[in-house]
């Protein structure tokens, strides 16, 4: 550990703050919603509840890997967020979710980095653990999906096409999921299951994402799609993507082999509108930031939306 690490880490407060610090250090707030993402999944593709062992250790698996690949996005990043935090990092973020908690907190120099290394590799490890015992394929997509987030940060300014893998990370805990409740899951529905989440990625939550740091990203040359094309297009992009999500979902629905009753199609509309076509549209019209992070705070619940009325569903 440097000095300069020692000196800041003496500076921050222990105990039970500390745990608070590592939850921030994983965005626990943003990752409690993303946990919505594998449990719609998995209920959409099996049509019914799986046992208490399979839900208990989906959970167990959920958080422990969206805990620690959040992590490891800071620990890879650490010398670009330092630099962003001398510059006076992100100063309109009231409505930001990921700002909830303490922002970069190892940049900040309240953790060290050998803490949120051990935080990172802790979790990565249960994560592994229970996702055998779900299903070997479950281990696969996690260390994928970790190194794609590593390579997603590389990209930073390297190429926009980070998006590109931004999207296809958000995508591996719902592939996990349907594989840990079957092993031989159809092709077709992980097809439209990887799009809808793919869209939805891109145009809810990466794009609008970038507006929270865009000074900081436009000073350093970020290769983000708002820096490289300009708000006009990268919104255009964000618009079309949230419309793309809404028509696979419901593709997704109408298609697949499981039958979902006609209310609940209407519902995920509703929802897709609501909560990512509407506050897209805003942030098309108006192109500042607080649209961007209205839109990506709303896109956020847009998982966990479904996610309840599709329980509401089944229980019916």
């Known amino acids: 550990m440097r000095n300069s690490d020692v000196t800041l880490s003496r500076r921050a407060p222990g105990g039970l703050s500390r745990l608070k610090l590592l939850l921030a250090l994983s965005r626990t707030p943003h990752l409690l919603l993303d946990l919505a993402t594998p449990a719609l999944a998995a209920l959409l593709w099996l049509g019914a509840f799986p046992s208490p062992r399979i839900i208990v250790l989906g959970l167990v698996t959920a958080f422990a890997g969206y805990t620690s690949v959040?992590?490891?996005?800071?620990?890879?990043?650490?010398?670009?967020?330092?630099?962003?935090?001398?510059?006076?990092?992100?100063?309109?973020?009231?409505?930001?979710?990921?700002?909830?908690?303490?922002?970069?907190?190892?940049?900040?120099g309240l953790l060290s980095f050998r803490e949120g290394l051990v935080w990172a590799v802790g979790w990565a490890v249960v994560c592994l653990t229970c996702g055998y015992l779900l299903n070997p394929v479950c281990v696969l997509i996690f260390l994928a999906g970790a190194s794609l987030e590593t390579v997603y940060c590389l990209l930073w300014r390297i190429s926009p096409f980070r998006t590109v893998v931004s999207g296809a990370v958000k995508t591996c805990g719902a592939l996990a999921a349907v594989f840990a409740v079957d092993p031989s899951p159809s092709l077709f529905f992980l097809v439209l299951l990887f799009g809808w989440l793919f869209s939805w990625e891109i145009g809810g939550q990466n794009i609008p994402n970038d507006w929270a740091e865009i000074e900081e990203d436009t000073r350093f040359q970020a290769k983000t799609i708002l820096v490289q094309l300009g708000p006009a297009r990268a919104t255009e992009i964000a618009l079309a993507c949230v419309f793309l999500a809404v028509a696979v979902n419901i593709a997704l629905l109408l298609l697949m082999e499981q039958k979902y009753p006609m209310y609940f199609v209407g519902a995920s509309i509703l929802i897709g509108l609501y909560l990512l076509i509407l506050p897209a549209y805003g942030l098309f019209q108006r192109r500042e930031r607080?649209?961007?992070?209205?839109?990506?705070?709303?896109?956020?619940?847009?998982?966990?939306a479904l996610l309840i009325a599709l329980t509401i569903t089944m229980l019916l």
């Open 290 to 304: 607080p649209q961007a992070l209205i839109l990506f705070k709303k896109a956020s619940y847009y998982p966990l």
């Open 70 to 108: 959040y992590a490891l996005n800071d620990l890879v990043d650490l010398r670009n967020d330092r630099r962003k935090i001398r510059e006076g990092g992100c100063l309109e973020c009231e409505n930001y979710l990921d700002g909830v908690m303490v922002r970069h907190p190892m940049a900040q």
